[in-house]
């Protein structure tokens, strides 16, 4: 999904992502969070912003935010869309 993302946004100069993950539920171990963050901060770090909208099916810990935020990519969770689309808006 991460490659795709980042071919799309490429091909098309989008700068600003939002990813809904609302439907995804359960967990997942901090290794696969660290590993996560560290890939999409490696596919992703041409964008200026990455917003996750989560839904409360999953249990949410900030590594994976943490993880790619140090290595440069401004990403965000957000429970409420609005938000999170304010948040990509913003300057």
Do not use: C
């Not at 071919?7 to 660290?34: F, N, S, W």
């Not at 140090?70 to 965000?76: A, E, F, I, V």
Request: charged share 30%.
């Amino acid at each position: 999904l991460l490659e795709d993302i980042a071919a799309e946004t490429k091909h098309k100069g989008v700068q600003r992502v939002l990813i809904d993950a609302v439907d995804v539920t359960g967990d997942m171990p901090d290794l696969d969070r660290y590993d996560f963050g560290k890939r999409a901060a490696e596919l992703l770090g041409h964008v200026e912003r990455l917003a996750i909208l989560r839904g409360p099916g999953f249990r949410y810990t900030g590594f994976f935010f943490d993880v790619a935020q140090n290595r440069g990519l401004q990403t965000r969770a957000f429970a409420v869309r609005e938000e999170a689309i304010a948040w990509l808006a913003g300057s």
